[in-house]
């Protein structure tokens, strides 16, 4: 799942420039996927098969979203959207 976060990552930094929305899904089970959706860049989460074994999912996984909001203090989803930080080095520079 790493990749595919990375990839949402990639993608929101292209379409957020032109205010297009990304829906991020795929393996969805827990408000921790949803999560990580949102702050790799997507505006919203698409919850599929899970939703075959569990169909009250959806409402455990707002529940574990509006968790994570009140414990960061934050109003809405909207703040985390896009929030993650790559750790990505620069060009090498020479030592010479």
């Known amino acids: 799942k790493p990749v595919a976060l990375l990839k949402v990552h990639q993608v929101y930094q292209v379409a957020r420039e032109h205010s297009i ?3 991020g899904q795929g393996g969805v089970t827990t408000a921790e996927d949803a999560l990580e959706f ?3 860049g ?3 989460v698409g919850v599929g098969t899970t939703l075959f074994y569990d ?3 959806c409402t455990r996984i707002n529940a574990g979203i509006l968790d994570y909001l009140e414990r960061k203090k934050l109003a809405e989803v909207g ?3 896009g929030s993650l930080r790559l750790n990505e080095a620069g060009p090498a520079k020479c030592g010479c």
Do not use: D, K
């Open 79 to 81: 703040q985390i959207t």
């Open 55 to 57: 169909p009250l999912i």
């Open 38 to 40: 949102l702050i790799a």
């Open 42 to 44: 997507a505006s919203a």
């Open 21 to 23: 929305p990304i829906i």
